[in-house]
């Protein structure tokens, strides 16, 4: 089974000798196999602040985070490419951080090099590459690994439309085989379609979390309140 929880502190700005962002604030979260969560919230509310922590990319200074399962996040894919190394090294070394071993890397080195249609360009060193063709080799890698938990920032779009959609049908069939899947978007379509529960943020912590429609109309009447707020003499 795979589990996760999050307990975490943050969410204000102080300033006296230097300027302190606190961006999570008593956060208390606890998912299990078969939750589909959706973050929602405006820019800076700090839904991808706690996906990286989550993810172990940011740790807490205070809290802790609990993950049982393989977790993948793809909320930073391109972390850790060596600009100096080939692509087909990027492969071993995008691995590795992603604490796979040898063996497993070389099992799917030949998928990974197929699907990026990267070719000859894949002895090269990456430095030469596109912004489009870093972002197929990391997609490839980041996503040739079937994990327990995903997190995403957003829907991932790369490369001309055919590449796009084959990397979509690849997305949507590792979150469906994941156990976990937590998602933060603006997009309430592309929530309605891969989320069945909502957690609403505003400044760092989490305001709401239950079914997925209960939290759209939370967050509708958040939005409105603030509203009035502000047109109030």
Same mark, same amino acid.
Not at 50 to 75: C, D, F, Q, W, Y
């Given at each position: 089974?795979?589990?996760?929880?999050?307990?975490?502190?943050?969410?204000?700005?102080?300033?006296?000798?230097?300027?302190?962002?606190?961006?999570?604030?008593?956060?208390?979260?606890?998912?299990?196999?078969?939750?589909?969560?959706?973050?929602?919230?405006?820019?800076?509310? $700090?839904?991808?602040?706690?996906?990286?922590?989550?993810?172990?990319?940011?740790?807490?200074?205070? $809290?802790?985070?609990?993950?049982?399962?393989?977790?993948?996040?793809?909320?930073?894919?391109?972390?850790?490419?060596?600009?100096?190394?080939?692509?087909?090294?990027?492969?071993?070394?995008?691995?590795?951080?992603?604490?796979?071993?040898?063996?497993?890397?070389?099992?799917?080195?030949?998928?990974?090099?197929?699907?990026?249609?990267?070719?000859?360009?894949?002895?090269?060193?990456?430095?030469?590459?596109?912004?489009?063709?870093?972002?197929?080799?990391?997609?490839?890698?980041?996503?040739?690994?079937?994990?327990?938990?995903?997190?995403?920032?957003?829907?991932?779009?790369?490369?001309?439309?055919?590449?796009?959609? &084959?990397?979509?049908?690849?997305?949507?069939?590792?979150?469906?085989?994941?156990?976990?899947?937590?998602?933060?978007?603006?997009?309430?379509?592309?929530?309605?379609?891969?989320?069945?529960?909502?957690?609403?943020?505003?400044?760092?912590?989490?305001?709401?979390?239950?079914?997925?429609?209960?939290?759209?109309?939370?967050?509708? &009447?958040?939005?409105?309140?603030?509203?009035?707020?502000?047109?109030?003499?």
């Amino acid at each position: 089974m795979a589990t996760t929880k999050s307990t975490l502190l943050g969410g204000l700005i102080s300033a006296e000798k230097e300027v302190t962002i606190q961006a999570l604030r008593h956060i208390s979260l606890e998912l299990k196999d078969g939750d589909r969560l959706g973050l929602l919230g405006h820019n800076g509310a $700090g839904k991808t602040t706690l996906l990286k922590t989550m993810a172990g990319i940011l740790p807490p200074n205070a $809290g802790s985070v609990t993950v049982e399962g393989r977790i993948s996040p793809l909320t930073s894919i391109q972390l850790g490419l060596d600009n100096e190394a080939t692509g087909m090294e990027n492969i071993r070394i995008r691995g590795r951080l992603m604490g796979f071993r040898d063996d497993a890397i070389n099992e799917i080195t030949p998928d990974v090099a197929e699907f990026t249609e990267l070719g000859d360009y894949l002895d090269l060193p990456i430095k030469t590459y596109s912004s489009g063709m870093r972002m197929r080799l990391s997609f490839a890698v980041s996503t040739a690994f079937q994990p327990e938990v995903i997190l995403l920032d957003e829907w991932l779009g790369t490369g001309d439309l055919e590449f796009r959609d &084959k990397a979509a049908r690849r997305l949507r069939q590792i979150i469906q085989d994941s156990r976990i899947f937590v998602f933060a978007t603006h997009s309430r379509d592309l929530h309605r379609r891969m989320s069945n529960k909502g957690a609403v943020m505003d400044k760092g912590q989490i305001l709401f979390c239950g079914e997925l429609e209960e939290a759209f109309e939370f967050q509708d &009447k958040l939005v409105a309140d603030k509203a009035a707020a502000a047109a109030a003499p």
